[in-house]
């Protein structure tokens, strides 16, 4: 407080120094995430803002819907960190928070978190006493009023209509109003208390409540308002210092409006509190000025005149800054004009300028018709100014009762800063993520469906070592998020009548390398387990990546994913310029792939080249089975796999922007799908075919010799999923995606390819011929 | 402080009831080539239900198995041809116990019994490998633990880890009978 005040004593001096940017807080993130299912009740929920913040109160509503007070968070830095009853259950529950920020304004929030199971969304669990807001409103209009217009108007009754006495009726009203403030002030108090624990009219003066009113910047604001309150009753009962004791009261309003509130916590804090200071000030006395005024008008004579006179010869001077000032706090609180009509804020703020606009228009009527008037047209005008100075005066409380209601709008610049993190909420239809899990005895090919964050299921196909379709007695599938620290969530799989295990009810709070684990019991006493990584996107930043560029190091829609028609995806390049990649797959020895690659019009970009799209310049992403491999950063690149298994390679070409480039309604990529085998390498004498899928018409035949190898080329002119029985590979293949499978012709026979369409027709036939 | 003691006590009772968790197999060696009473403990129940029936596959290399009788208990065998063939000193063993069953019986979860049975180690098994023994309990209310889950080298323990034992050389220690 004592500091406060002197650094109040040291901006009026004209001292210059740095103070922290503060301003109206607003809550960055939490951990765990809000929506998070646990698999063990946390011991600590950390909020991190994007300010320094005092926290006020802590309430779990557990699944019972039991409500426990929780220890006050303790805050580091932006930090809060709070502490959770060690017995929290399973369950649903609602963790509520409230913070105070720097301006004094309390925020407050839940963080819904499930322990094991979900067992509710936990909206609408925490309310708040919805009297406290209109009581807080009505304070405040209370301490406005007593403060404006009863206070400031000594100042007008000393320094203006001064030798001229006040008339009772106006001397009696600003009594009152004073009074009334003054009583206002610790009910708004106690207000302010019980709205930052969040708690109930009926506690208001519970020692919680006013303990941390106490503790709040608003705190400040009222005791400068008490003090200009009884310097204005000062300076009305005793007009011989009134003119002391009113210049208290009104340069204590300036002080109290300055010490709390969005606007004087806005960067740069000194200059935003100097604003607000001159503005307060410059308003008090003219709103001061109205009640008494309007009540001279009412005398007739010379006097009345002569006080007339002296105020029009002195309000200009208060009028300007007063405006300055104005206009200067508009633009530090709104950034740009399309807040106003969007924001509640700006809707408020729009109302107040179109009310101030109405009392500035009175007033210049005022000064440049009227009070000329009164000299030639004493009764007339004075008649007409009562009017119009009434008017204005009605006016001026409207506004306030509008400015007290801002106390619960965070300005546009709060919102602003907190954009990016509201606005990533932005819905987007998301790819689904694959993985294909292997080990020695046991694989699963799983869908996660939608593959980024958020309420996922997991749908799982059991393959036996050798690819085959493996059934099974009971299945569950787990995701965990080790680098994040969060528990691997297991769901029991129900099997579904294509003979997939899908579980249900997975929420994924963060993007990133998730572990899937696959746990299915094959027999009694067989339960075979297989994990293995899966790359859960964050939709934000699949948006995000057009308009910014976010680095290298995240996830890309591949292949027949990818949506030709969205523009954040993929570059529609000129063909005859666009780059070209073809892609070779030779096995150098068991289980070593050598991938090689040709590229026409195509160099690797380097952080040199920036992150906004150059023709001709960008990345190759090197996937496996649909995991991210690599960067690519040369025309080669050596695998080591298993020598025995099913593998996709995926490498697309990406802008510097890192979209996906495309030309003539083809992505620039290859896809390379094989069938690998220890017992003969891949890529010796291969013979290549061109094969078009298509499920309708006679399905090719095409026949081959045992021990070649294979290289079909597929393409379509729809999207299919294509299974090779025998050679047992899947790919999808789509218009913009065509796909090459690579096999060697080990075992002679004739072996259908099969569109996984409803009626599984048949698209082309292999024969192996010994 | 307050928290590192509450961690503390969360990791011990971690502890603890991984311990509690296994089923148990006494001895923990086994010398190959000799008749040998081989234990399995089990120390609780299924979430707190009675333990009402317990199977136990025999991995192949354990021969010439023999159930101990265990009052109040029904016990059941299963034979069947081993799919590699075991040699027991000269003679070679192509079939044998492959699964014993235990059931009728009550143990409350509070209780620890043990299933115990009489065995040797096939000749033809090297020593130093280990022997697995899958184990299905069965509860009252129709809970069941699965310890079929055999531990990996470098791999945390698994929640249901398979009970088993070392098999050693001839005449290296062990329970000769």
Redo the contacts between chains.
């Keep these: 407080m004592l500091r406060r005040l002197l650094s109040t004593f040291f901006v009026l001096a004209g001292v210059a120094f740095a103070t922290p940017a503060f301003s109206h807080a607003t809550l960055i993130s939490t951990e765990p995430a809000t929506g998070a299912v646990l698999a063990e009740a946390p011991s600590v929920v950390t909020l991190t803002f994007n300010e320094l913040v005092e926290p006020t109160a802590a309430r779990l509503i557990t699944a019972d819907g039991e409500t426990i007070q929780l220890p006050l968070p303790t805050a580091i830095g932006p930090d809060v960190t709070v502490l959770m009853p060690t017995d929290v259950g399973e369950g649903t529950h609602v963790l509520s928070w409230r913070v105070v920020s720097s301006d004094g304004h309390p925020i407050g929030g839940t963080v819904v978190l499930s322990v094991g199971t979900v067992t509710g969304t936990g909206e609408g669990v925490v309310t708040s006493d919805p009297a406290v807001r209109p009581a807080i409103w009505v304070a405040r209009v209370l301490v406005y009023l007593g403060l404006f217009i009863g206070a400031g108007g000594t100042f007008f009754a000393a320094w203006i209509s001064a030798p001229s006495p006040l008339p009772a009726q106006p001397k009696r009203i600003m009594r009152v109003l004073m009074v009334v403030g003054i009583v206002a002030i610790p009910v708004a108090f106690a207000l302010q208390g019980v709205d930052l624990i969040g708690a109930d009219l009926g506690d208001v003066f519970s020692g919680d409540a006013l303990a941390t009113a106490w503790s709040s910047t608003y705190t400040e604001t009222l005791v400068v308002a008490l003090i200009a309150l009884v310097a204005g009753l000062v300076a009305l009962a005793r007009p011989a210092q009134g003119r002391l004791f009113s210049l208290v009261a009104i340069l204590g309003i300036g002080l109290a409006l300055s010490l709390s509130g969005h606007a004087s916590r806005a960067p740069p804090e000194a200059l935003s509190w100097l604003v607000v200071f001159i503005h307060a000030t410059t308003v008090a006395f003219w709103a001061g000025a109205l009640l008494p005024l309007r009540y001279h008008l009412g005398r007739n004579g010379k006097e009345s005149a002569a006080v007339l006179g002296r105020f029009s010869a002195v309000i200009p001077h208060a009028l300007l800054p007063l405006v300055v000032a104005g206009v200067l706090l508009i633009l530090i609180q709104v950034d740009s004009p399309a807040d106003i009509f969007a924001t509640d804020y700006g809707r408020l703020l729009a109302i107040k300028l179109s009310l101030v606009t109405l009392l500035l228009a009175l007033a210049l009527v005022n000064r440049f018709r009227l009070t000329p008037l009164i000299r030639r047209q004493p009764a007339e005008a004075a008649r007409l100014l009562r009017r119009t100075v009434g008017a204005e005066l009605l006016l001026v409380v409207i506004v306030f009762g509008v400015v007290a209601g801002w106390r619960f709008t965070p300005p546009p610049r709060s919102l602003n800063a907190a954009g990016s993190v509201a606005s990533s909420e932005t819905p987007r239809v998301v790819p689904d993520a694959f993985a294909l899990l292997r080990t020695g005895n046991f694989g699963a090919s799983v869908t996660v469906s939608p593959g980024g964050t958020g309420a996922v299921a997991a749908s799982a196909e059991l393959l036996t070592a050798d690819g085959a379709a493996l059934e099974a007695r009971e299945v569950r599938i787990a995701l965990g998020y080790p680098a994040g620290g969060i528990e691997p969530v297991a769901v029991d799989a129900a099997r579904q009548e294509d003979g997939t295990w899908r579980a249900d009810g997975f929420y994924l709070p963060v993007a990133g390398d998730w572990t899937l684990t696959v746990i299915a019991l094959i027999s009694d006493f067989d339960r075979r387990t297989v994990t293995g990584p899966v790359t859960i996107a964050d939709p934000a930043s699949l948006a995000a990546i057009a308009a910014a560029g976010d680095g290298h190091d995240h996830d890309h829609t591949t292949g027949p994913g990818v949506d030709l028609t969205d523009p954040f995806q993929v570059i529609d390049l000129d063909p005859v310029t666009a780059p070209t990649m073809a892609m070779s797959v030779t096995e150098a020895a068991p289980g070593t792939f050598d991938l090689g690659f040709v590229f026409e019009r195509f160099r690797f970009g380097t952080d040199a080249d920036g992150y906004d799209h150059v023709p001709g310049i960008g990345h190759a992403h090197v996937y496996v089975n649909g995991i991210y491999e690599t960067d690519l950063t040369a025309n080669a690149h050596r695998l080591a796999l298993d020598p025995d298994g099913h593998y996709e390679v995926y490498v697309g070409l990406n802008g510097l922007d890192h979209r996906a480039f495309v030309a003539d309604g083809r992505l620039v990529e290859a896809r390379v799908a094989f069938r690998a085998s220890a017992t003969a390498p891949l890529g010796n004498d291969t013979r290549v075919f061109d094969v078009p899928i298509a499920t309708t018409g006679e399905p090719p035949t095409i026949r081959v010799r045992q021990g070649e190898t294979i290289e079909l080329r597929l393409t379509s002119l729809e999207t299919q999923v294509v299974h090779l029985h025998g050679i047992d590979l899947e790919v999808a293949v789509a218009p913009q995606s065509p796909v090459t499978l690579l096999f060697n012709a080990e075992f002679p026979g004739r072996f259908v390819a099969e569109a996984h369409d409803a009626a599984e027709s048949p698209v082309f036939f292999l024969e192996i011929l010994p | 402080m307050k ?1 590192a003691l ?2 503390a006590t969360t990791a011990f009772a971690c502890l603890t009831a991984a311990a509690q968790a296994h089923v148990g197999v006494t001895p923990s060696e086994v010398p190959g080539g000799q008749t040998t009473l081989i234990g399995f403990g089990i120390g609780h129940g299924c979430d707190a239900a009675a333990t009402t029936a317990v ?1 136990m ?1 025999i991995p192949e290399g354990v021969i010439s198995v023999q159930p101990v009788a265990k009052p109040g208990w029904e016990i059941t065998i299963t034979r069947g041809t081993y799919a590699n063939p075991q040699m027991n000193g000269e003679t070679q063993v192509t079939e044998g116990v492959t699964m014993i069953e235990w059931t009728g019986g009550q143990l409350p979860n509070e209780w620890y019994d043990q299933f115990w049975i009489r065995a040797r180690v096939a000749t033809s098994v090297e020593p130093h490998t280990m022997m697995w023994f ?1 184990v ?1 309990q069965e509860c009252e209310g129709g809970g069941v633990n ?1 310890w ?2 055999v531990p990996a080298e470098g791999q945390p323990e698994p929640e249901e880890p398979t009970p088993g034992f070392m098999v050693t050389e001839p005449g290296e220690g062990g329970h000769a009978h």
């Design positions: 928290k509450i961690l199977r596959q899958p299905v699965r079929i889950t």
